[in-house]
């Protein structure tokens, strides 16, 4: 399916900054790994972001979002469901759980008010993570889903290279240089997951678990993860 203006239009909506879902107030670790100085500079950041697009945990949360698109899509409730308690369990620190289910909350509240249609689909899944949120609202409005994968990705990059300017500290050009170089790997990843499997469905990302642990107890923090 081709995406047109309207579903573009749709899609910039639903990955936009400005959608009041508080993706801002989290950093996923990076605060942590800004603090012990392993990420210091904009190659660092670089560095962080290319393994994570290729092995890490984001790869999954895409994957299961592609599932909860195509679950919206049929109108499986079960398997929705299903799939939303499978990525609340491989969740590996109480922080990334929360942030996930903090976000998918607020936007899928907000997305039963602008489209009170979902709103048996949204009472049955109930608290819901994020990717399942961003899956049911992107099928609804029938947002081509390889440009779903890629907002969703897109929106997840730009997130944290826009704490990596605040933390590290990094200049506004750098960010965007940043957002440029990495776009060949958001397509790439994109491809990736598209063709995954279910029992591929695996990741590794412990670095980010272990900075993501040790932010729970760090003693100045700007950010909730």
Same mark, same amino acid.
Do not use: C, H
């Given at each position: 399916m081709d995406i047109t203006d309207s579903h573009l239009l749709c899609?910039?909506?639903?990955?936009? =900054? #400005?959608? =009041?879902?508080?993706? +801002? /107030? +989290?950093?996923?670790?990076?605060?942590?790994?800004?603090? &012990? &100085?392993?990420i210091n500079n904009q190659e660092s950041l670089q560095h962080w972001l290319k393994a994570e697009l290729r092995y890490g945990?984001?790869?999954?949360?895409? @994957?299961?979002?592609?599932? @909860? +698109?195509?679950c919206a899509k049929m109108n499986d409730l079960e398997a929705l469901s299903r799939w939303n308690m499978w990525l609340s369990a491989v969740?590996?620190?109480?922080?990334l759980r929360n942030s996930s289910l903090q976000m998918g909350r607020s936007l899928i509240q907000l997305? @039963?008010? *602008?489209q009170p249609q979902i709103k048996p689909i949204a009472d049955a899944v109930g608290n819901c993570n994020y990717a399942i949120a961003f899956g049911i609202a992107a099928a609804y409005w029938n947002i081509n889903i390889q440009a779903a994968i890629l907002g969703y990705l897109h /929106?997840?990059?730009?997130?944290?290279?826009?704490?990596?300017?605040?933390?590290?500290p990094l200049g506004q050009? #750098?960010?965007?240089?940043?957002?440029?170089?990495?776009? =060949?790997?958001? &397509?790439?990843?994109? #491809?990736?997951?598209? #063709? *995954?499997?279910?029992? &591929?469905?695996s990741c590794c990302s412990w670095g980010l678990s272990l900075a993501s642990m040790a932010h729970e107890t760090q003693y100045t923090r700007l950010f909730r993860s």
């Open positions: 899609l910039l909506q639903l990955a936009s =900054p #400005a959608l =009041p879902v508080g993706a +801002y /107030s +989290y950093s996923e670790g990076l605060e942590t790994l800004v603090e &012990n &100085n392993v945990a984001i790869r999954l949360e895409a @994957a299961v979002m592609v599932r @909860a +698109y195509n969740r590996e620190t109480e922080e997305f @039963a008010k *602008l /929106s997840w990059v730009s997130n944290l290279i826009t704490a990596g300017v605040k933390l590290i050009t #750098a960010g965007q240089q940043l957002l440029l170089n990495l776009q =060949p790997l958001i &397509n790439d990843a994109t #491809a990736s997951i598209l #063709a *995954l499997e279910d029992d &591929n469905l």
